[in-house]
C-alpha cells in the first residue's frame, strides 16, 4: 500500500527528503502525513495534512520540515531541512482513507550525527 524512501545518514544542519508512494489515490483521503519514532520512544506525529488541505506540523520540526502531497503521483513528501541529531528516528508514512481506517508504510530510517 505504501512505499517509503529517502532515509539515510545526514550531518546536523543537513537535509533530507523523505517520500511515500501510494497504491491508492491521496485526492480525496482524511489525512497523510509522517509519524516518527525514535529509539525508547513511542511514534509521535511530525506532520501531516487533512483533505482541505491544512497541515498539522509538531512544534519540534516548525520551521524546519515541510510536508507536501502530490496527488497525481499519489505520493507524500518530507522535506527536512536543518537537522538535528535528536530527529534521528524510523520516519513512518501514513495515510486514513477514512477517519476509521489507518495504513502504514514500512518506514524508513533517518540518522543525524553530530
Known amino acids: 500500500q505504501l512505499q517509503a524512501c529517502g532515509g539515510g545518514l545526514v550531518q546536523a544542519g543537513g537535509s533530507l527528503r523523505l517520500s511515500c508512494a501510494a497504491s491508492?489515490?491521496?485526492?480525496?483521503?482524511?489525512?497523510v502525513g509522517w509519524y516518527r519514532q525514535a529509539p525508547g520512544k513511542g511514534r509521535e506525529l511530525v506532520a501531516a495534512?487533512?483533505?482541505?488541505?491544512?497541515?498539522n506540523i509538531a512544534d519540534s520540526v516548525k520551521g524546519r520540515f515541510t510536508v507536501s502531497r502530490d496527488n497525481a503521483k499519489n505520493t507524500i513528501d518530507l522535506q527536512m531541512n536543518s537537522l538535528k541529531p535528536e530527529d534521528t528516528a524510523v520516519y513512518y508514512c501514513?495515510?486514513?482513507?477514512?477517519?476509521?481506517?489507518?495504513?502504514w508504510g514500512q518506514g524508513t530510517l533517518v540518522t543525524v550525527s553530530s
Open positions: 501514513k495515510i486514513k482513507p477514512i477517519l476509521s481506517i489507518t495504513y
Open positions: 491508492r489515490r491521496l485526492f480525496d483521503a482524511y489525512e
Open positions: 495534512i487533512n483533505r482541505g488541505g491544512s497541515t
